[in-house]
Nanobody
Framework: QVQLVESGGGLVQAGGSLRLSCAAS??????MGWYRQAPGKQRELVATITSEGRTNYAESVKGRFTISRDNAKNTVYLHVNSLKPEDTAVYYC??????????WGQGTQVTVSS
């Protein structure tokens, strides 16, 4: 059974930092990443990383967020720095297998106070 379990969200002041983690199990993923959904808005891409370590970021988070991956632990991380109130959202872990099966985590809330 495939599972993605996120952790690390919370309440933080503007300018602060958090580290989000997503522990995956059940299969091997070619691409892992993070999306987020703010209230009243569509879910949007934050960052992705391939099993080879190639990364991709949304323009709004470049230079502030860093995605990394530990293939041995099947875990992906998102280091979020210089947080802004507009980063407030539920952050979802996403993973895709080489056979194009997609999976989502349950989400972790990040709230940034001004």
């Amino acid at each position: 059974q495939v599972q993605l379990v996120e952790s690390g969200g919370g309440l933080v002041q503007a300018g602060g930092s958090l580290r989000l983690s997503c522990a995956a199990s059940g299969t091997i993923f070619s691409i892992m990443g993070w999306y987020r959904q703010a209230p009243g808005k569509q879910r949007e891409l934050v960052a992705t990383i391939t099993s080879e370590g190639r990364t991709n970021y949304a323009e709004s988070v470049k230079g502030r967020f860093t995605i990394s991956r530990d293939n041995a632990k099947n875990t992906v991380y998102l280091h979020v720095n210089s947080l802004k109130p507009e980063d407030t959202a539920v952050y979802y872990c996403h993973a895709r297998t080489i056979s194009l099966n997609f999976y989502w985590g349950q989400g972790t809330q990040v709230t940034v106070s001004s």
